[in-house]
């Protein structure tokens, strides 16, 4: 009898416990107050808020479908937990992006969660730098052994966009080969091998393409939200979310003209922040078409120079 009641109470505090066991689907919980799950029809789903916390001061409810983190567009735990741990690490706000009642609810967790004093937060592991990390360096320069000139730095710049418009052209590729570019420019950095004023014109007319390679990663994040098949065009005239904190904003501060591309700037409010609108294909042909012109005028100096 006695084995009994134990049993009793024991099934009785396990179906009186949370609905969600420790791991990557809690991720940053104790500092944001947010728990994602997996959901029944696949893609993530917000578990659980608790009261009191960043999360729910954000509008944030159990039930949204989560569609974005900041850049992210976390499908699985693991992917959850990584987008997570890339906000706790650069201290960033969590700008979530939500599907409720049939409609996207952009919503930010403000960077000031993560100062929250939790005696019970676990240490995050180390983990490599992400690719943003990565990309906010100039890359290195290439081995001693490596041939450059400037003739084949400026014919790489000229194939960048010329071969990354077409309909199988991939974002993936075209950063590959920007990389290897600029990894010619650094090399000739460190060899001196070129004057300072010809390096900043080479510097800037990559900085152009760089910029477009965040516009065109814009525009795949979008496609992936939207499941859209890749054989279908991405509209001219499509528009796609942003925040304040973003690649993005960065990118259209660093280049005004790109404000004609912008339909809607982001606005915060009380509980969370208003997404901003633009139209990265628009801004990516901007951008292309300002790097040409750059090096055009690059080029023509160069060769008077030789003469």
Do not use: F, H
């Given at each position: 009898m006695a084995d009994t009641r134990r049993l009793i109470v024991l099934m009785t505090l396990l179906a009186t416990a949370p609905a969600y066991a420790a791991g990557p689907c809690d991720e940053g919980r104790a500092q944001t107050g947010v728990a994602a799950a997996v959901a029944a029809d696949g893609g993530l789903a917000v578990?659980?808020?608790?009261?009191?916390?960043?999360?729910?001061?954000?509008?944030?409810?159990?039930?949204?479908?989560?569609?974005?983190?900041?850049?992210?567009?976390?499908?699985?735990?693991?992917?959850?937990?990584?987008?997570?741990?890339?906000?706790?690490?650069?201290?960033?706000?969590?700008?979530?992006?939500?599907?409720?009642?049939?409609?996207?609810?952009?919503?930010?967790v403000a960077a000031a969660a993560w100062q929250r004093a939790v005696a019970t937060a676990a240490v995050p592991a180390a983990e490599p730098p992400t690719v943003r990390h990565l990309v906010a360096s100039p890359p290195p320069p290439l081995p001693e052994s490596a041939t450059v000139t400037l003739d084949e730095v400026t014919g790489g710049l000229g194939k960048l966009a010329a071969t990354s418009d077409g309909p199988n052209a991939r974002v993936d590729t075209y950063r590959h080969d920007l990389v290897a570019v600029e990894r010619q420019?650094?090399?000739?950095?460190?060899?001196?091998?070129?004057?300072?004023?010809?390096?900043?014109?080479?510097?800037?007319?990559?900085?152009?393409?760089?910029?477009?390679?965040?516009?065109?990663?814009s525009e795949e994040s979008e496609r992936e939200r939207r499941g859209q098949p890749r054989h279908i065009p991405f509209r001219e005239g499509a528009t796609v979310p942003y925040f304040e904190d973003s690649d993005v904003a960065e990118t259209i501060e660093r280049f005004p003209f790109l404000r004609d591309a912008v339909v809607r700037e982001p606005q915060s409010g009380r509980v969370g922040e208003s997404a901003g609108a633009w139209r990265p294909r628009q801004a990516r042909a901007l951008l292309w078409e300002h790097g040409r012109d750059e090096l055009a005028k690059l080029t023509a100096w160069l060769s008077?120079?030789?003469?």
């Open positions: 578990q659980t808020v608790d009261p009191d916390s960043p999360a729910a001061e954000a509008g944030i409810v159990g039930g949204d479908r989560i569609l974005q983190l900041n850049a992210a567009v976390p499908r699985t735990c693991a992917e959850w937990a990584r987008a997570v741990r890339d906000a706790r690490r650069e201290r960033k706000a969590m700008l979530i992006l939500v599907e409720r009642g049939g409609r996207d609810v952009p919503l930010a420019i650094e090399t000739l950095a460190a060899r001196r091998a070129v004057p300072p004023d010809v390096l900043e014109g080479l510097r800037t007319v990559a900085g152009y393409y760089e910029a477009a390679g965040v516009a065109w990663g008077a120079r030789q003469q």
